[in-house]
C-alpha cells in the first residue's frame, strides 16, 4: 500500500513538472511565430552568413567574428520568446563560439544578447553606440545546458517590463533586472565564430506570445 502511495506521488510530481514545462511561450496571444518553412524577407537577405532552410533559420559567422540577422517587421514591449538553438559544427574552441538571441535592440548598435556555447555557459550581455558595455550577467555555468554539437537546447526568455528571465531546458538560469526602453523594440539570432573556425549555429521553433502573469 505504501509503495502504491509512493508511486501515485511520483507520478503526480511529474505531472506537474511537465504541465509547469508546457507553460513556457504559452500565452493566450501569439505575437510571432515562425518555423522557417521559407526565406521570409523580414529577415533580410540570405547569403554565406545566413540562410533559411530545412526549418531552421542557419548563421555562420567569419572566423574570429560575430554576425546578427533583426526581423524588424515585428516589435515587442512585454513578450515570452522561446526558440531552440543548436551549434551545427565541431568547434575548434568553444570558448569563443556562441549564438543566441537578440532583444531591446534600440538601433542597430544598441541592443542587448542572450548568449549560449556548447560547452555549458551563457551570459546576456548589452552593446551601447556600437561598443559592448559591461554583461548584465557574465559567463554563467549550468547544467541545464546540453553540450556539444548537434544537441538542440531549448531556450526561453521572458520579458515583463524591466524584469528578465531566462529558462534553458526547462529550468530558471537567471532573473534580473534591467533598463527596458521607452518603446517597442524588434528581435533577431547571432552567432560568433572563434579565430580558428567559422562555426554555424542554427534556430528553429522561434515563438513569441504576451506574458501570463501568473506563470512565471
Known amino acids: 500500500m505504501r509503495y502504491s502511495i509512493i508511486r501515485l506521488i511520483a507520478a503526480s510530481a511529474a505531472c506537474f513538472a511537465l504541465a509547469q514545462g508546457a507553460q513556457a511561450c504559452n500565452g493566450d496571444q501569439i505575437l510571432f511565430e515562425d518555423k522557417f518553412e521559407f526565406a521570409d524577407p523580414g529577415w533580410g537577405t540570405t547569403g554565406d552568413q545566413f540562410k533559411i532552410e530545412n526549418g531552421k533559420l542557419l548563421l555562420r559567422a567569419p572566423q574570429n567574428a560575430g554576425t546578427w540577422v533583426v526581423n524588424k517587421a515585428f516589435v515587442f514591449d512585454s513578450a515570452d520568446i522561446c526558440y531552440t538553438i543548436t551549434l551545427s559544427d565541431t568547434s575548434s574552441d568553444p570558448t569563443a563560439s556562441y549564438g543566441g538571441l537578440v532583444f531591446w535592440m534600440t538601433d542597430i548598435q544598441t541592443f542587448f544578447s542572450l548568449a549560449t556555447s556548447s560547452n555549458g555557459f551563457f551570459k546576456v550581455s548589452r552593446r551601447i553606440s556600437n561598443q559592448w558595455a559591461a554583461d548584465p550577467i557574465g559567463w554563467t555555468k549550468t547544467d541545464a545546458l546540453k553540450q556539444g554539437p548537434n544537441m538542440a537546447n531549448k531556450v526561453r526568455l521572458r520579458l515583463d517590463g ?14 534580473f533586472r534591467a533598463q527596458k526602453p521607452s518603446q517597442p523594440t524588434p528581435i533577431g539570432f547571432m552567432g560568433f565564430s572563434p579565430a580558428s573556425s567559422a562555426d554555424g549555429w542554427t534556430f528553429s521553433d522561434l515563438k513569441v506570445t504576451n506574458v501570463v502573469k501568473d506563470a512565471k
Open 162 to 175: 524591466q524584469l528578465i528571465t531566462v529558462e534553458i531546458n526547462d529550468q530558471k538560469v537567471t532573473q
